[in-house]
Antibody, heavy 116, light 109 residues
């Protein structure tokens, strides 16, 4: 069965970086893209960006351009999302999702706390 | 950017009754519209794609309709497990740049 398993919770200081991993299994990894979505406390879902697993092509949300990088390791079927220069409003649950489109399978989420 | 607007923000419905949720796009997205169910502590769950096609394993009480800029999600008879937040999402662009609506919380009346 399709599974996306994300790395564990992170606590970071403002200005630091965080890198979240998403290990995919149960399907042909290169046939689908991966999107990253986050949800801040009390807020809705926010799409952050997408990476084409076969091409490596990326498309990032405009408000995160310059701070986010999404990468793929096809040898381990793992996707990564790195967010730099963390601010308090980056505190959220971060999800990866297989992008058909639309996003049909989701990881369990990774809680990122930003606190001094 | 295509802005998605959902209404109402909160919907109070007795169990067993019908719930109707609306989603409007700021420009046409054809039928490239999905609905998700999101419960606290869980990941979002895809319910509907292509505006009206149920995803794998989704009960028939969930139905979607619409095209262009106006869409509806109907839950024909609310069950206890259906109380959650529902999001619409357009995925009309390529490369993907999907946008979500603000969500509708369906609560027990």
């Amino acid at each position: 069965q399709v599974q996306l398993v994300q790395s564990g919770a992170e606590v970071k200081k403002p200005g630091a970086s965080v890198k979240v991993s998403c290990k995919a299994s149960g399907y042909n990894f290169t046939n689908y893209g991966i999107s990253w979505v986050r949800q801040a406390p009390g807020q809705g879902l926010e799409w952050m960006g997408w990476i084409g697993v076969y091409s490596g092509h990326t498309n990032y949300a405009q408000n995160l351009q310059g701070r986010v990088t999404m990468t793929i390791d096809t040898s381990t079927t793992t996707a990564y999302m790195e967010l730099r220069s963390l601010r308090s409003d980056d505190a959220a649950i971060y999800y990866c999702a297989r992008e058909s489109p639309p996003a049909d399978y989701w990881g369990q989420g990774t809680l990122v706390t930003v606190s001094s | 950017e295509t802005v998605m607007t959902q209404s109402p923000a909160t919907l109070s419905v007795p169990p067993g009754e019908r719930a109707t949720l609306s989603c409007r796009a700021s420009q046409s997205v054809n039928i490239n519209l999905a609905w998700y169910q999101h419960k606290p502590g869980q990941s979002p769950r895809l319910l509907i794609y292509g505006a009206s096609t149920r995803a794998t394993g989704i009960p028939a009480r969930f139905s979607g309709s619409g095209s262009g800029t106006e869409f509806t999600l109907t839950i024909s008879s609310l069950q206890s497990e259906d109380f959650a937040v529902y999001y619409c999402q357009q995925y009309h662009n390529w490369p993907p740049a999907p946008t979500f609506g603000g969500g509708t919380k369906v609560e027990i009346k």
